[in-house]
Structure formats: structure tokens, C-alpha cells
């Protein structure tokens, strides 16, 4: 008897293992990218650290686990899949009327990154997270 507890055992340890990979959905890195001719801007949020990055400066801030946490429940809300699909809803970017911007999502090993769209106008689904990370560099 002792020896099929053990079996079990393993076998609910497999089993849980091969579970928890399956649904890994850790959010590794989150990149904003704005540019136009003679501008562009870079937040990079990786590990509770906000890389923000222009052509004049950089800067480094640190944000704090319930931060990190909001920033992981508005991305677990995106269908990560699509958000290469998105119709942009302005296009003041194509005559320089604002930055040419796009969000890559690394989540796990897989990176997912959105159409271009107005820094001041992204799609719907992405604005909750837009407006999370500008808020990041205050």
C-alpha cells in the first residue's frame, strides 16, 4: 500500500507540473515605442522597473507590487492574439500629426505586438494599458 501512495503521489506531482506550465501566463516585459521624425519615447516595464528612454534622457523608476499587479490584470483582459489586428482609431501619425506607437507584450516565452497607432489615440482594447504605463513616469 505504501508503495502505490508513492505512485500517486508522483503522478499528481507530474500531473500538477506539467499543469502549471501549460497555463504559465507570467507578463515577462512590456514595451511602449513612440517615434516621429526628430522624437521618439520608450517605456519598458520589466521586473517592477520602468525603463523611460527619449533622445535627450533616460531614466530608471521602480514601481511597487500593486502597480505590477494592475499592470498584469489589464493585460490578462487584452486578447493577446488579436492586438496585431487592432484597427487604429485616428491616423494623424502618416503626416506626422503624432508618434508612430506600438505596444509589445512578452508573456512567457511568446511576444505579441500591436498595430501602429497615434501615441495620443491607441485602440480601445490597448488604452487602459497605455494610460497604466504614462502613469508609471510620474
Request: glycine letters at 4%; charged letters at 25%.
Amino acid at each position: 500500500m505504501n508503495t502505490f501512495y508513492k505512485k500517486l503521489s508522483m503522478l499528481l506531482l507530474i500531473i500538477a507540473t506539467g499543469c502549471n506550465a501549460q497555463t504559465n501566463k507570467e507578463v515577462k516585459e512590456v514595451v511602449f515605442n513612440a517615434h516621429t521624425r526628430g522624437r521618439s519615447e520608450s517605456i519598458t516595464v520589466v521586473n517592477y522597473n520602468v525603463f523611460y528612454k527619449t533622445q535627450q534622457s533616460s531614466k530608471t523608476y521602480f514601481i511597487n507590487a500593486d502597480k505590477q499587479k494592475k499592470m498584469e490584470e489589464i493585460i490578462a483582459k487584452i486578447d493577446l492574439s488579436i492586438i496585431g489586428d487592432l484597427k487604429a482609431p485616428s491616423s494623424k501619425r502618416f503626416f506626422d500629426g503624432a508618434m508612430h506607437t506600438e505596444v509589445s507584450i512578452k508573456v512567457g516565452n511568446k511576444l505579441y505586438t500591436s498595430t501602429t497607432f497615434d501615441d495620443d489615440n491607441p485602440p480601445e482594447a490597448l488604452k487602459p494599458l497605455v494610460i497604466l504605463l504614462k502613469s508609471f513616469l510620474k
